[in-house]
């Protein structure tokens, strides 16, 4: 159980365009979906933290007009990079919690790889 | 402000044992993790503790002190398939998870 999905897994695409990124909890509901950035031999970076139904909310540093995000369900999330310029080219990574608890492990998908050229 | 250090990278020998430390200093605590992360894949859940000692898991253990701010992932019986990256990520009051910057297990054979 607790699987989480991401879509696609990688993309390459022209500097100026924009890029959407699917998240999915398949086998239960995520109340609280969190969207990291990894650049290479580096840490996860949290870039926002959404709950579904409400505006999410964004990291310090982090542009919420360029990293538009959206979670209308309870099983899905998505990030959109708009305008997206070479320097946004990361591991993008989703998670997952089920809520309900203080302690809510996160169930993470396996990720989506940007390139942008 | 919050920091987790942990090693940047670490070498040991298959079928030996290696302990990965962690210490932490957040604005509260509410549990910490370790993760495994294999080169271009997502994080992988190993462990996590709330209270101190140690908790046992397979080849894998992890253990806790709350009042020295510190942690280590203990693996024995090591494999090929054990080198990765290992983080540490605490939870801290806002029940948001800090992490820090992974610590890189190289196996040689």
């Known amino acids: 159980g607790a699987v989480v999905s991401q879509h696609p897994s990688w993309v390459i695409c022209k500097s100026g365009t924009s890029v959407k990124i699917e998240c999915r909890s398949l086998d239960f509901q995520a109340t609280t979906m969190f969207w990291y950035r990894q650049f290479p031999k580096q840490s996860l970076m949290l870039m926002a933290t959404?709950?579904?139904?409400?505006?999410?909310?964004?990291e310090q540093g982090v542009e919420k007009d360029k990293f538009l995000i959206n979670h209308a369900s309870l099983t899905l999330s998505t990030l959109t990079v708009t305008s997206a310029h070479p320097e946004d080219s990361s591991f993008y990574i989703c998670?997952?919690?089920?809520?309900?608890?203080?302690?809510?492990?996160?169930?993470f998908g396996p990720g989506t790889r940007l390139t942008v050229l | 402000g919050q920091n987790i250090d942990q090693p940047t990278e670490m070498t040991a020998t298959e079928g030996a044992i290696v302990q990965i430390n962690c210490t932490y200093q957040t604005s509260g605590f509410n549990g910490l993790f370790w993760y495994q992360q294999h080169a271009g894949e997502a994080p992988t859940f190993l462990s996590y503790?709330?209270l101190d000692g140690l908790e046992e898991k397979g080849r894998f253990s992890s253990f806790l002190s709350r009042s020295k701010g510190y942690s280590y992932l203990l693996l024995k019986e090591l494999q090929m398939k054990d080198s990765a990256s290992y983080l540490c990520?605490?939870?801290?009051?806002?029940?948001?998870?800090?992490w820090g910057a992974g610590t890189k297990l190289i196996i040689k054979p």
């Open positions: 959404s709950n579904e139904g409400s505006k999410a909310t964004y």
């Open positions: 990520a605490v939870l801290d009051s806002n029940y948001q998870l800090i």
């Open positions: 503790n709330v």
């Open positions: 998670s997952a919690t089920t809520g309900g608890s203080s302690y809510n492990e996160q169930f």
